[in-house]
């Protein structure tokens, strides 16, 4: 038996195939897109998918029983929707937690063009089984003009000293894209 000379990289590597795995068993699971008309600008379509994420969290002491906590956090989404908002991205978030009261932080989800979607994330103190609220705050490209609604709750499925992997669980919203020169999308 070989052992690894770099047992955190082999990790990483092991989170980044479960992340994918999960992400492919998702998309077989249902059609990226229900079909139908095109959506009128500004028509609201509805959502719901998978986001699967790993990376770094810090944390300082905040007080007695209390940690303040910033996750960095990478991995895919994979969503299905209503007339072409299906969509798999690759997504990046930075939250910060002060222990006691609150959640905030930003995502940005990349497609396969390089298309962005950003948005504000709200909640209770982040860990296992706490709801956290997304704001669709715009986006690049073919998702310029997007704004919107989601939210899910989050699970960790693994946690070591400094690193974290989890997924979001009822990921569910609402988005709607209304051209910056009002113009048909």
């Known amino acids: 038996m070989v052992r690894s000379r770099h047992p955190r990289r082999s990790?990483?590597?092991?989170?980044?195939a479960?992340?994918?795995a999960i992400a492919l068993l998702a998309a077989?699971?249902?059609?990226?897109?229900?079909?139908?008309?095109?959506?009128q600008p500004g028509e609201w379509r509805s959502f719901e998918g998978t986001w699967t994420a790993a990376g770094d969290r810090h944390t300082v002491e905040a007080g007695p029983d209390r940690q303040a906590t910033i996750l960095d956090l990478s991995g895919s989404i994979l969503l299905v929707g209503e007339r072409g908002l299906g969509a798999g991205f690759q997504a990046r978030a930075l939250t910060f937690s002060d222990g006691a009261a609150?959640?905030?932080g930003r995502a940005v989800w990349t497609d396969e063009r390089g298309d962005r979607i950003f948005s504000e994330l709200r909640g209770a103190p982040v860990s296992t089984g706490r709801r956290i609220q997304g704001a669709i705050t715009g986006g690049t490209g073919r998702w310029s003009g997007i704004t919107g609604e989601y939210a899910f709750d989050w699970r960790y499925v693994v946690e070591t000293e400094g690193r974290i992997q989890g997924r979001a669980v009822g990921l569910r919203g609402r988005a709607r894209i209304v051209p910056p020169d009002g113009g048909a999308r």
């Open 11 to 16: 990790r990483r590597r092991a989170v980044a």
């Open 18 to 20: 479960a992340s994918l």
């Open 28 to 39: 077989c699971a249902r059609p990226a897109s229900e079909g139908g008309a095109a959506p």
């Open 102 to 104: 609150t959640t905030v």
